[in-house]
């Protein structure tokens, strides 16, 4: 009896998942382990931004505290207070605002255009200026600082915004992405355009960027997280605080006395919002366009 019901069992594993369900239990089980392993330091951090300073520490740890703390939010965001520390992550909060926002339209509009360049429009010597331009991919951004730091000292634009800002609106990825995206587009499409009367820019603008809204959408997200965590660039090229960006703002929380881990993680969790809401928004557009051209067909 036992085992017609076993077999009943696994036949109806066989109709709901095919043949080879067990092989697919057991990945679906190592995957949500693998998230779950992701997931816990960011349900620490949301448990700990709403527990007082001394029960952070606290072992075993709660995950779910018997109290809701939201007076370290109040403080962190608290900008009329007299403390440097509170003006000092809201101000680093508009600036990171305001760096990532434009290097991410910057970048998705210079990727697209170069994209589809490289893509579409036939001129000597494209194919060899591509792949120089993607080798400036194996050289590590370490190794470019000091360079950047000399060019920008000279133009006298070291602790400003635009030391972030005009490299970021620059992104080899994403112009091999979109490069990659216009290729897949059929060159019949572009040709009845131009047929039509349209210009290159016309073309480009109204036919051929409708087309690749996919791959641009995971694009801005992708720059989006780069810019937003940058930790490197702000810490060498914005010495005045007042510029400073969210990542570096952190670092107000920790002093010889000690981390403040329950504002830390207040912050951290205030940090986290706008990369939340663009993942949210664009996941659908992010999984598509970096699957563009995977499959032909």
């Avoid at 709901?16 to 679906?28: P, S």
């Avoid at 809201?90 to 170069?114: D, E, I, P, Q, W």
């Avoid at 200026?129 to 190794?143: C, G, H, N, V």
């Avoid at 990542?247 to 993680?265: D, I, K, Q, R, W």
Wanted: charged residues 15%; hydrophobic residues 50%; contains cysteine.
């Amino acid at each position: 009896m036992n085992r017609t019901k076993r077999t009943g069992f696994d036949t109806a594993l066989k109709r709901r998942f095919g043949r080879d369900y067990k092989a697919k239990i057991v990945f679906t089980v190592l995957i949500g382990a693998i998230a779950l392993t992701m997931t816990v330091p960011i349900l620490w951090m949301l448990s700990a931004s709403m527990k007082k300073a001394l029960d952070v520490t606290k072992l075993p740890i709660d995950w779910i505290p018997d109290y809701f703390y939201p007076d370290n939010y109040v403080e962190v965001w608290n900008i009329g207070g007299k403390a440097r520390r509170n003006y000092h992550f809201a101000l680093a909060y508009f600036n990171s605002l305001k760096v990532t926002l434009t290097c991410v339209a910057g970048a998705v509009l210079t990727s697209t255009m170069t994209g589809y360049a490289f893509a579409k429009i036939k001129f000597r010597g494209r194919n060899v200026l591509f792949l120089l331009y993607l080798a400036t991919m194996m050289i590590p951004s370490q190794i470019t600082i000091i360079p950047k730091f000399v060019i920008f000292d000279a133009l006298k634009l070291v602790g400003s915004h635009k030391t972030l800002i005009l490299p970021g609106i620059f992104s080899i990825t994403g112009t091999f992405l979109m490069r990659q995206c216009f290729m897949q587009i059929p060159d019949e499409i572009r040709e009845s355009a131009r047929v039509d009367g349209a210009s290159e820019f016309r073309t480009w603008l109204q036919v051929m960027v409708p087309m690749a809204k996919s791959s641009m959408a995971s694009l801005a997200i992708i720059i989006f997280l780069w810019t937003w965590n940058d930790y490197l660039n702000p810490l060498v090229f914005l010495p005045n605080w007042r510029l400073q960006t969210i990542p570096l703002a952190l670092n107000s929380f920790v002093s010889e006395a000690g981390t403040e881990y329950h504002l830390m993680m207040a912050a951290a969790s205030s940090a986290l919002i706008p990369m939340f809401v663009m993942f949210i928004i664009g996941q659908k557009q992010l999984i598509k366009g970096i699957t563009a051209g995977a499959v032909k067909g």
